[in-house]
């Protein structure tokens, strides 16, 4: 009986999945009706002690370890962030500010990079937000499990992904998680 019952248990466990920092994260999601695989697992890592901050988790059509190629393919993505701490509106704003000065994402996506940092709110631990993109949509922003909009452009998607992917990350431990290399 024992043995049925942990055979059951195995066969209604939830998809596979990866966890890193204590966040588990699943190994694949849908987006516009494409399977997105779990490109890897990176930690947000802020102040010099090195405090976690959020969990990221990077999906993409096809793998790659290659920064360049996930930034030069015009194909949907998704990076979720699961905050294991609270964060304030103004901190997030910030960091998007920063990522884009740091990442010389250009004077042009100024008024894209304000819509998308008014979506922003306070989050707690526990709390999610997910930046989807879809080619001809834009990059819709979910925060707390809510829509928040959408921000137009594959050019705006692709500033926002070298945040993380660029060359000058929040910091490299993260970078390397989400290329599958950490």
């Not at 964060?87 to 500010?97: C, H, I, Q, S, Y």
């Not at 940092?117 to 997910?130: A, R, S, Y």
């Amino acid at each position: 009986m024992r043995r049925l019952v942990t055979l059951l248990l195995l066969a209604a466990a939830p998809a596979a999945a990866a966890t890193r920092a204590g966040v588990t994260l699943p190994d694949q999601v849908e987006v516009a009706g494409k399977t997105l695989q779990l490109n890897g697992l990176g930690v947000r890592e802020a102040t010099v002690l090195d405090v976690d901050v959020y969990v990221a988790g990077l999906y993409v059509t096809e793998k790659s370890g290659d920064p360049a190629k996930l930034l030069g393919s015009d194909q949907p993505w998704r990076l979720t962030m699961k905050f294991v701490r609270d964060v304030e509106r103004g901190k997030m704003t910030e960091a998007f500010d920063e990522g884009f000065e740091k990442n010389d994402a250009g004077p042009a996506l100024a008024a894209r990079l304000d819509k998308l940092k008014g979506m922003m709110t306070d989050v707690k631990e526990g709390d999610t937000i997910v930046l989807t993109y879809e080619p001809g949509k834009g990059t819709t922003v979910s925060v707390g499990g809510g829509v928040k909009g959408t921000v137009e452009g594959a050019d705006f998607a692709k500033a926002v992904l070298t945040i993380w992917l660029g060359p000058h990350p929040p910091n490299g431990g993260l970078k390397s998680g989400l290329l599958g290399k950490g």
